[in-house]
């Protein structure tokens, strides 16, 4: 049965209780690489040889720099045979070479070159996964080159995966069609930056639409039960703060069943 694991939902500073923000698809499809993909796997049982395919939405640190120990874990340790595929912005593969040669000089060339297959589409199929993808340009630091995806499965089901965004047109040009929508809520409300949201423009999205389910990801504030930084915000209605480790679960008529951890 198709799979949506939230692996991490805390933003650059992984608040208590939360990791960087991560989502697993069939336990084979990662959404970006943070510094902590390896722990995250690991952590659910997942082999990071399993991974097949991963995709990337910008080149913040918190989503790209685990992706050296990730293809180095899986050269060494898990030693897989099929190549991981990449789906990346134009320019990605550079910047993404040059990191794993910071990291691990001399080690990785090779790995680079043969164990992956690097997709610049801007949309098309994920393998034989069932699921699609179309990528849309999204509002956060330019630099990093920010987009988002618009997740469909063979099932019917829709994820509108937002990326790290403020408020944007992309988004809202995708949501309507959006079972879940899955954004970020990287600062608190008193912080007013066009390439985040804070909980009030997160409500707001909820309220622009309310037939999808708004699950709140890359969030600022201490996991339940935690305290020592940012308290979670009240949120109401179709929203729900993801927890680590939460998912969603979804049947072959494309209903989905939120599980929490
Ligand atoms: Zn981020
Ligand atoms: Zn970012």
């Not at 939230?6 to 510094?35: C, E, M, Q, W, Y």
């Not at 320019?91 to 680079?112: A, I, K, N, T």
Request: with cysteine.
């Amino acid at each position: 049965m198709p799979r949506v694991q939230f692996l991490g939902t805390g933003n650059a500073f992984s608040p208590n209780g939360r990791l960087h923000a991560l989502v697993l698809i069939d336990g084979k499809i990662l959404v970006d690489a943070p510094p902590s993909v390896l722990p995250q796997l690991r952590r659910v049982g997942t082999s990071p040889g399993q991974i097949e395919h991963l995709l990337f939405t910008h080149w913040h640190a918190d989503h790209m720099f685990g992706f050296p120990f990730l293809i180095l874990e899986r050269h060494y340790i898990s030693k897989q045979d099929t190549p991981l595929a990449v789906h990346l912005r134009a320019g990605g593969r550079e910047l993404l070479s040059q990191l794993s040669e910071v990291g691990f000089p001399g080690s990785l060339g090779d790995v680079l070159e043969d164990e992956i297959v690097w997709n610049e589409a801007e949309s098309g199929t994920i393998g034989e996964s069932g699921w699609s993808f179309e990528r849309f340009p999204v509002v956060h630091t330019p630099e990093t080159d920010p987009h988002g995806y618009f997740l469909r499965h063979e099932s019917g089901f829709k994820l509108l995966h937002c990326g790290d965004s403020g408020p944007c047109e992309g988004i809202e040009s995708w949501a309507d069609q959006a079972d879940v929508i899955l954004v970020e809520m990287g600062v608190p409300d008193f912080v007013e930056s066009p390439n985040h949201h804070n909980p009030r423009q997160v409500q707001e999205l909820a309220e622009r639409h309310p037939e999808a389910k708004v699950l709140v990801t890359h969030n600022y504030a201490d996991g339940e039960g935690r305290s020592g930084g940012f308290p979670m915000p009240d949120m109401a209605g179709n929203v729900v703060q993801l927890e680590d480790g939460d998912e969603l679960s979804i049947e072959e008529n494309g209903e989905f069943i939120f599980v929490k951890n």
